[in-house]
């Protein structure tokens, strides 16, 4: 199994970015997919998740609407619309997939290696 991250990089504060998570090696479309980020010394936490239809999302208190998760099942992507970014959404952002859409990370069974996003001025 294999989840390959990318879209990271380099943007002022209120840009945009789109990460892309691209599944392989599993039936992508029997797996609940979410974004988790993690700073350096703290622990990694929820951002986004999404159902295996994508049907149904469900987001962390501090998006508020600015992040916005989809996936394509037939191309085995998912994807995290992120935007309004802010300083302190500076972070590495990780892919991963599990039975169900939760919110504990410890619950996935699979992790990308994960995309820097630097928000600064």
């Known amino acids: 199994v294999q989840l390959q991250a990318s879209g990271g990089g380099l943007v002022q504060p209120g840009g945009s970015l789109r990460l892309s998570c691209e599944a392989s090696?599993?039936?992508?479309?029997?797996?609940?997919m979410a974004w988790f980020r993690q700073v350096p010394g703290k622990e990694r936490e929820f951002v986004a998740a999404?159902?295996?239809?994508?049907?149904?999302?469900y987001d962390a208190d501090f998006v508020k609407g600015r992040f916005i998760i989809s996936r394509d099942n037939p191309k085995n992507m998912v994807y995290l619309q992120m935007n309004s970014l802010k300083p302190e959404d500076t972070a590495v952002y990780y892919c991963?997939?599990?039975?169900?859409?939760?919110?504990?990370?410890?619950?996935?069974?699979?992790w990308g290696q994960g995309t820097l996003v630097t928000v600064s001025s």
């Open positions: 991963a997939a599990a039975s169900f859409p939760l919110r504990a990370s410890e619950m996935y069974n699979y």
């Open positions: 090696g599993l039936p992508f479309s029997t797996y609940a």
């Open positions: 999404i159902d295996r239809s994508g049907i149904n999302t």
